[in-house]
């Protein structure tokens, strides 16, 4: 017996997942670390918790399977995009790991969208001006915090972090790499005129590497922690959001993979790097010959975490008596009304917004409130919401890629949800599978290493790997009312754009 092992280091967690060498599921481990959010704008993490999370959940479930360090055939990394570490010489960090949901960066972000040709860079890197990004956050850094930036020596992240303390050396895959804002798309280095713009230079950044590439010479004792041989091969992988495609079986051309967890993704593979001339969407690299476009929105399932905190803690109290999941009842209650919610809209900016608005002041909002509304039809509205702003990102994707999907699958928490789906089906017009796949990130990671060791040339495995479950086709009658109200919730969301940022400075000065 052979086991593969997927790691996948998260914004709120790190797991590692392992499959034998079919890819069937056998175990997971799972460490938290919390997120510091102190201040407004601040979203930090300490990278060697997040380290420590890496160790421990290896040999968690290289122990929990019995496995004997030479049957792991291969270790692959998955890690969550944008974050950012400043080393000094001695390599020790400056900072903490500021996190894709870090909001300091927000001026600097704009003035590079506004004044430093913000759309030739999106359209040279592939990912939005937006604070997430690392070229925001360094941006940022050099002229709040000059003092962090003259003694930075290396910019990393989490990732590069990781295989620092493993390998000793910095290395970052194309995939995290198209995901900083500073690696050049066609030419996959990192682009001249951004490290002009921040005062920087290549020697201060990890060296790019494919998603294949195979890191050797690890740390003796921390493979001996770990449970695994010093010669086992350890692909440094790519990032969550593009093995998450891979791992449900979705990168063939003209198939769409929507993920909904907390926040949520919109995503598709093609074989040639593209961008938007409106700056809407991203473009990240899978391989050499998969890029991946779409768009991730923050709105997902924080929505309706604080639908459940905020607008059902009776009913939340009497489904836990009842040993009955929260949301089950929670989307229960939005089946109690018709679709479209008796005109009831709800914008789920809840927390600022990435696509399409790229604005991180963006606020929620419900719209068309009245005294026939009740505590039903505001939830169903926000149900609705979060899936009508993820198809305006989807009409986005449709005309960068000039055509229609046939179909979608869809991934995440909420696709557990009968109603949900059914309500993605009616809202998008298009017929919607629930693929079958476990940790879908860490299995898409297993397979991107099966092809660095060359046991496979194609991704075509995944079709014994990935099964599918329930699968929903729209409803003519809902699919109308929807499309009646999408121009509205489109229209609103751009009006309101200039009113997001006066609230939001309201907020900051009265909070």
């Not at 004997?68 to 998955?78: D, N, V, Y």
């Not at 999106?122 to 604070?131: A, D, E, F, L, V």
């Not at 890029?291 to 939340?316: K, M, Q």
Request: charge should be negative; hydrophobic fraction near 35%; proline fraction near 4%.
């Amino acid at each position: 017996m052979k086991y593969m092992i997927g790691i996948d280091i998260g914004t709120t967690s790190t797991k590692s997942v392992i499959y034998d060498e079919e890819g069937n599921y056998l175990n997971k481990h799972n460490v938290e670390y919390p997120m510091t959010t102190s201040e407004i704008g601040v979203a930090e993490e300490n990278p060697a918790e997040i380290f420590d999370a890496v160790l421990f959940t290896v040999k968690k479930v290289i122990r929990e399977a019995n496995a004997k360090p030479e049957q792991i055939k291969l270790i692959s990394f998955s890690s969550a995009m944008h974050s950012l570490i400043a080393m000094d010489k001695d390599n020790n960090p400056l900072t903490e790991c500021i996190t894709w949901a870090d909001n300091r960066a927000s001026k600097y972000a704009d003035d590079i969208k506004e004044n430093k040709d913000g759309l030739e860079i999106y359209k040279r890197t592939g990912t939005p001006i937006h604070p997430m990004s690392p070229l925001s956050k360094i941006y940022w850094l050099k002229n709040e915090h000059p003092e962090i930036f003259k003694e930075t020596k290396y910019w990393i992240d989490i990732k590069s972090y990781v295989f620092y303390q493993l390998f000793n050396e910095y290395v970052m895959d194309h995939s995290i790499g198209s995901a900083t804002g500073m690696m050049n798309l066609k030419t996959l280095s990192w682009d001249k005129d951004v490290m002009n713009l921040l005062g920087i230079d290549d020697s201060q950044l990890p060296e790019l590497v494919s998603t294949t590439h195979i890191m050797k010479n690890i740390s003796k004792k921390y493979a001996e922690f770990m449970g695994i041989s010093e010669n086992t091969p350890v692909i440094v992988g790519a990032s969550d959001g593009v093995l998450s495609n891979l791992g449900v079986n979705s990168y063939k051309k003209g198939e769409v993979a929507v993920t909904i967890g907390t926040s949520g993704a919109i995503r598709t593979i093609i074989d040639q790097p593209k961008t938007d001339e409106k700056g809407r969407i991203f473009c990240y690299v899978l391989t050499e010959d998969h890029y991946c476009i779409g768009g991730p929105v923050n709105n997902g399932g924080v929505v309706l975490r604080w639908l459940r905190d905020e607008l059902l803690a009776s009913e939340v109290e009497t489904a836990k008596r009842l040993g009955v999941d929260s949301y089950d009842v929670l989307t229960k209650i939005a089946s109690r009304v018709k679709p479209g919610a008796n005109g009831l809209i709800f914008h789920p900016y809840l927390a600022g917004e990435r696509a399409p608005l790229w604005n991180a002041n963006a606020k929620g909002s419900f719209f068309g409130l009245t005294l026939t509304h009740k505590k039903e039809h505001m939830i169903r509205a926000a149900l609705e919401g979060v899936l009508l702003n993820l198809y305006t990102v989807y009409l986005a994707l449709i005309e960068v890629m000039g055509s229609s999907p046939e179909q979608i699958k869809a991934t995440g928490g909420f696709a557990k949800s009968e109603v949900w789906r059914q309500m993605m089906a009616d809202i998008f017009d298009t017929s919607v599978e629930v693929p079958e796949s476990y940790e879908s990130s860490c299995l898409g990671a297993c397979v991107l290493g099966l092809k660095a060791i060359g046991e496979i040339d194609s991704f075509n495995v995944l079709d014994n790997m990935v099964g599918n479950t329930y699968k929903h086709e729209p409803n003519k009658d809902n699919v109308d009312v929807y499309q009646s109200l999408i121009p509205i919730f489109i229209n609103l969301s751009r009006k309101l754009s200039e009113e997001y940022d006066l609230i939001s400075d309201f907020q900051k000065k009265h909070s």
